[in-house]
Structures are given as structure tokens and as C-alpha cells.
């Protein structure tokens, strides 16, 4: 790969296994995927919450966030209803065993932070959350 790509090529190359192998190592470590423990995390600081809102919040795809409620849903962590007043509006909330759930995912999240950012200093670790936020800024501006 180093030799057929630029330099800026080879980081956006890595960044992107990086960001594989981690979604797959999180969720063997954990359990459960980043994108389903973001849902949840989000559905613990609330009572309830449209799916709709919810969607936007954690900005994942609307179809993609139907299918981890559906999911998630049949395995007893979250309760799906839809609002009397509104047929059309789909209200989620977390089931005791999804708070159960984050709760117990919350050391397993820790441990594999502390393992996947060992052996990089403070420092390095600064530097590298202002590199990866200027990043997301630049990606934001990028006009599609």
C-alpha cells in the first residue's frame, strides 16, 4: 500500500482499519457494537425518547437505527410503543435489563480503552484528540 499512495492516502487508509478493527475488537470485548451502545447510552439519560429524535441524535442511518431498536427490542433491552396522540411517531425507552446492560458494559468499556491507548502518553494522547477534531472539522466543510 505505502508504495501506490500518497502520504495523506496511506493515513486515510489506516484510519480506516483503525476504525474496523476497533468497532470489531469493542464489540468481542464488550459484547455489543459501538453504534448499539451509543443508542443505548443515549436511551439511559432519558426516560423516553421519539426514535426519530433519537436517530438524529446519535446520527446513524434511520434505517440502520429501526433495525438495532427491532434487535434489540426481541432481546428484551429496549421497549418500542407507539405515542396515542400520534400513530406515526414511535417512542423508545430503555427495559431494566438494557440498564442492567449499560451498566455492566461500562467497566468492559474501560478496560478496553485503557488496553487500546497503552504505551501512548498523555501528550501524544492531546495531540492526537486536536489532530482527529480538526479532522472532523475539515470533513464537516467538505461540500458532498
Request: hydrophobic share 40%; proline share 0%; net charge positive.
Given at each position: 500500500m505505502t508504495t501506490c499512495c500518497s502520504q495523506e492516502g496511506e493515513l486515510?487508509?489506516?484510519?480506516?482499519?483503525?476504525?474496523?478493527?476497533?468497532g470489531m475488537k469493542f464489540e468481542a470485548c464488550t459484547g455489543i457494537s459501538q453504534s448499539r451502545l451509543e443508542l443505548l447510552a443515549l436511551l439511559f439519560q432519558?426516560?423516553?425518547?421519539?426514535?426519530?429524535?433519537?436517530?438524529k441524535k446519535v446520527?446513524?442511518?434511520?434505517?440502520a437505527v429501526t433495525r438495532h431498536l427491532k434487535q434489540l427490542e426481541a432481546k428484551e433491552?429496549?421497549?418500542?410503543r407507539r405515542k396515542p396522540e400520534d400513530n406515526?411517531?414511535?417512542?423508545v425507552r430503555l427495559t431494566?435489563?438494557?440498564?442492567?446492560?449499560?451498566?455492566?458494559?461500562?467497566?468492559?468499556?474501560?478496560?478496553?480503552?485503557k488496553e487500546m491507548l497503552a504505551n501512548v502518553s498523555a501528550e501524544e494522547r492531546s495531540m492526537l484528540k486536536?489532530?482527529?477534531?480538526?479532522?472532523?472539522?475539515?470533513?464537516?466543510?467538505?461540500?458532498?
Open positions: 486515510l487508509y489506516q484510519l480506516q482499519i483503525v476504525n474496523k478493527v476497533i432519558v426516560e423516553e425518547i421519539n426514535q426519530s429524535d433519537l436517530q446520527n446513524i442511518d434511520g434505517a433491552i429496549v421497549l418500542r406515526r411517531v414511535i417512542l431494566e435489563k438494557g440498564r442492567e446492560l449499560i451498566e455492566s458494559s461500562k467497566n468492559e468499556k474501560e478496560r478496553f480503552m486536536k489532530v482527529l477534531s480538526q479532522m472532523q472539522k475539515n470533513i464537516e466543510n467538505i461540500k458532498a
